[in-house]
C-alpha cells in the first residue's frame, strides 16, 4: 500500500499548521487512486513530526510511503534535514520505502499559478 505524507516546516501559529492539515484534508479524495492513506507532518514546531508521521503511515499498512515536502525552496530543511530523518528512520524500520518528491517549488505549474494569483 502506498501512502502520501505531505511534509512542512511548522509554525508557532496553530492556524498555520491547520491551513496544512486542511490541505491535506482537500488533496485526499483527489490522491486516493494512488494514495490509499494521505496525511500531513512537520518538520519541527508542530504534531506530528516526520517520524511520527512516517510511523503513521506504516501503521495504516503502508510499505511505501511518497514525502512531499510543501517548500518552496531547497534550503537546508530540504537539502538535509528531510532526507537525514528519512536515513534515520528508514535505517530502524527498513520494511517502509520512502522515496523523497521534488519540492514544492520545482513544480513546472508554479510560475502560472503565481500570475494567476496576482491578476485575480
Do not use: W
Not at 495504516?60 to 512531499?68: D, I, K, P, W, Y
Amino acid at each position: 500500500m502506498r501512502a502520501l505524507l505531505i511534509v512542512a516546516h511548522g509554525s508557532r501559529r496553530a492556524t498555520s499548521n491547520d491551513e496544512v492539515r486542511a490541505l491535506t484534508e482537500q488533496l485526499r479524495p483527489q490522491a486516493e487512486a494512488e494514495f490509499a492513506h494521505v496525511a500531513c507532518a512537520f518538520l519541527e514546531l508542530a504534531d506530528p513530526l516526520i517520524p511520527d508521521g512516517l510511523k503513521q503511515c506504516l501503521q495504516a499498512g503502508a510499505e511505501e510511503v511518497v514525502l512531499l515536502p510543501y517548500f518552496l525552496s531547497a534550503g537546508r530543511h530540504v537539502a538535509e534535514d528531510i532526507p537525514n530523518i528519512v536515513a534515520e528512520f528508514t535505517t530502524a524500520h527498513p520494511e517502509l520505502k520512502v522515496q523523497i518528491a521534488p519540492y514544492l517549488g520545482t513544480a513546472p505549474q508554479l510560475p502560472s499559478t503565481l500570475l494567476q494569483l496576482a491578476i485575480n
